[in-house]
Nanobody, 121 residues
Framework: QVQLVESGGGVVQAGGSLRLSCLAS????????MAWFRQPPGKEREFVAT????????EYADSVKGRFTISKENAKNTGYLQMNSLKPEDTAVYSC??????????????WGQGTQVTVSS
């Protein structure tokens, strides 16, 4: 089992920045990648970014490319999502997940509870 706890969400004005953290505990040696997904109000959950734990290879959704940066600290079992130039359409519940990698939810076995990010215009 892997437990994931997100933190760092909040309310920010458009153009501002936030950094989300995802602390993993439990059998952390079992996951290959960590990803961030988000669910905007009234919409389906969507892929944001993923980082491969062994070599830090990353992949981003087109909507966040150039504005968001995913990273990790292996020693702390923690992943991060630095979000810059935030837009109102970035408003969502952001969740981290661990699994085999890629853009699809089915590839991720463990999920955090999520943290709310609200971007005001």
């Amino acid at each position: 089992q892997v437990q994931l706890v997100e933190s760092g969400g909040g309310v920010v004005q458009a153009g501002g920045s936030l950094r989300l953290s995802c602390l993993a505990s439990g059998r952390t040696s079992r996951f290959y990648s960590m990803a961030w997904f988000r669910q905007p109000p009234g919409k389906e959950r969507e892929f944001v970014a993923t980082v491969r734990w062994v070599d830090s290879a990353t992949e981003y959704a087109d909507s966040v490319k150039g504005r968001f940066t995913i990273s990790k600290e292996n020693a702390k079992n923690t992943g991060y999502l630095q979000m810059n130039s935030l837009k109102p359409e970035d408003t969502a519940v952001y969740s981290c997940a661990t699994g085999s990698g890629g853009r699809y939810e089915w590839a991720y076995d463990y999920w955090g509870q999520g943290t709310q990010v609200t971007v005001s215009s």
